[in-house]
T-cell receptor
Framework: NAGVTQTPKFQVLKTGQSMTLQCAQDMNHEYMSWYRQDPGMGLRLIHYSVGAGITDQGEVPNGYNVSRSTTEDFPLRLLSAAPSQTSVYFC????????????FGQGTRLTVV | ELKVEQNPLFLSMQEGKNYTIYCNYSTTSDRLYWYRQDPGKSLESLFVLLSNGAVKQEGRLMASLDTKARLSTLHITAAVHDLSATYFCAVSFEGAQKLVFGQGTRLTINP
């Protein structure tokens, strides 16, 4: 059981470049989310989805786009990378039941120079 | 706006000692989570607390929730080196897809 898989694990971008962070889960979870982790700030929600075809903004959505065409996949797109987007990005997924425990991927460490 | 604050942010303790990490949140939430993160790794779910007075224990860790005080605690009993990690609490309004995290508590346990 792979759980939540993120690719790539590491990435260096130049300012202005675009890229897509991939996230896939094989647990048939309805909910998927993207967070960024910065030192001393915990994790902050970027975008989330409650099911295929449905997405919404979180706390820090600017500069990022998402789509959810399938239950399994939830890619995060950086349209024009900026140094402020240097961070570690985590994808998470969960069921809609009362426990709602989120499972996290291994993270993508992104550096924008 | 929901805010979550943990304290302390850094904690260095000796093996065998007991200590408590505190997690305060600003508005009513329907559930509270505790996660563990090892350096360079992902987050591992420890506890989900769903109701006032909930207490959960696993090994040397025990978590509790007081919804009236908007406070959760993570108590460490007789600490061992393997518990060294960063611990996060997180609260949600609408299930686990929208979590607001505390800043994290970096715990170092020295022999």
């Amino acid at each position: 059981n792979a759980g939540v898989t993120q690719t790539p694990k590491f990435q260096v971008l130049k300012t202005g470049q675009s890229m897509t962070l991939q996230c896939a889960q094989d647990m048939n979870h309805e909910y998927m989310s993207w967070y960024r982790q910065d030192p001393g700030m915990g994790l902050r929600l970027i975008h989330y989805s409650v099911g295929a075809g449905i997405t919404d903004q979180g706390e820090v959505p600017n500069g990022y786009n998402v789509s959810r065409s399938t239950t399994e996949d939830f890619p995060l797109r950086l349209l024009s990378a900026a140094p402020s987007q240097t961070s570690v990005y985590f994808c998470a997924s969960s069921y809609t039941n009362s426990l709602g425990r989120a499972f996290f991927g291994q993270g993508t460490r992104l550096t924008v120079v | 706006e929901l805010k979550v604050e943990q304290n302390p942010l850094f904690l260095s303790m000796q093996e065998g000692k007991n200590y408590t990490i505190y997690c305060n949140y600003s508005t009513t939430s329907d559930r509270l989570y505790w996660y563990r993160q090892d350096p360079g790794k992902s987050l591992e779910s420890l506890f989900v607390l769903l109701s006032n007075g909930a207490v959960k224990q696993e090994g040397r860790l025990m978590a509790s929730l007081d919804t009236k005080a908007r406070l959760s605690t993570l108590h460490i009993t007789a600490a061992v080196h393997d518990l060294s990690a960063t611990y996060f609490c997180a609260v949600s309004f609408e299930g686990a897809q929208k979590l607001v995290f505390g800043q994290g508590t970096r715990l170092t346990i020295n022999p």
